[in-house]
């Protein structure tokens, strides 16, 4: 991919990858329901079946269905991920690039999303991802990079396992 050219890496990411950040980029005015179904009528599945498909994310990220309807504009940060996540998987791609996806999570919904993660893997999507907690690397990574802060420098160090 470092070598694709700009054209082939647009369609990889319409078509091919998806990534969940730290935080959720929204239009204000739009629907939680219509922010997760979004990339699929970007690909011309019909809204209602987008739609279905986003209510089925929302129910297995748990939230609750009270908020579909509204703009996450005022949602919690956990909530506001739990969103992000779901609008990351619903394209079920193949490489999937996660930036600290459980960070804002309360203990139950960070399991719901680690079981999401593992389905994915599962299912054959590659996995790319930061995590700070152990215990999340641990039950999820095949392999993992560290990156260390070098004691007697503000260089950092990266080890492999």
Not at 124 to 140: K, N, P, T, Y
């Amino acid at each position: 991919m470092a070598r694709a050219p700009e054209e082939k890496i647009l369609d990889l990411r319409a078509s091919e990858l998806s990534f969940v950040t730290q935080f959720l980029h929204f239009l204000p005015r739009k629907s939680t329901v219509d922010l997760v179904a979004r990339p699929l009528m970007d690909r011309r599945v019909p809204r209602e079946e987008a739609e279905e498909a986003a209510a089925d994310l929302l129910k297995r990220v748990n939230l609750p269905e009270r908020l579909w309807h509204l703009s996450p504009a005022t949602f919690s940060g956990g909530e506001k991920q739990r969103v992000n996540i779901a609008r990351g998987l619903i394209c079920k791609p193949r490489l999937l690039l996660l930036d600290e996806p459980t960070a804002s999570l309360d203990a139950a919904s960070e399991n719901h999303v680690i079981e999401l993660i593992e389905k994915e893997k599962e299912r054959g999507c590659a996995v790319v991802a930061i995590f700070h907690d152990r215990s999340i690397v641990e039950r999820l990574a095949d392999d993992r990079v560290e990156l260390r802060l070098s004691p007697a420098s503000s260089a950092s160090s990266v080890t492999q396992s």
